[in-house]
Nanobody
Framework: QVQLVESGGGLVQPGGSLRLSCAAS????????MTWLRQKPGKGLEWVAT????????TYGDPVKGRFTCSRDNAKNTVYLQMNSLQFDDTAVYYC????????RGQGTQVTVSS
């Protein structure tokens, strides 16, 4: 079955950086787009980024454009989200999802931006 395990979250100061990872298994990773989502406290799921199956192109939501970069390593079945210039409003649980929708997705990793 599909398994997605996010890691790399934590506490970071405003302006700092984090790199999230998502290890995938249970499906043919290299033939699937992958998506990053986030859920801020008390809010619904928000699309963050989607990357093509070959990693050649990624698209981003307006709030993160220019600050976040999505990449993948198909040899390692892993997708990444490099987050730079983090802001208080980036505090959320971050999820990776198979494909371009919201499911299936992993359990998430908490990112907290605080001084």
């Amino acid at each position: 079955q599909v398994q997605l395990v996010e890691s790399g979250g934590g506490l970071v100061q405003p302006g700092g950086s984090l790199r999230l990872s998502c290890a995938a298994s249970g499906f043919i990773f290299s033939t699937n787009y992958m998506t990053w989502l986030r859920q801020k406290p008390g809010k619904g799921l928000e699309w963050v980024a989607t990357i093509t199956d070959d990693g050649g192109r990624a698209t981003y939501g307006d709030p993160v454009k220019g600050r976040f970069t999505c990449s993948r390593d198909n040899a390692k079945n892993t997708v990444y989200l490099q987050m730079n210039s983090l802001q208080f409003d980036d505090t959320a649980v971050y999820y990776c999802a198979k494909g371009v929708g919201y499911t299936p997705r992993g359990q998430g990793t908490q990112v907290t931006v605080s001084s």
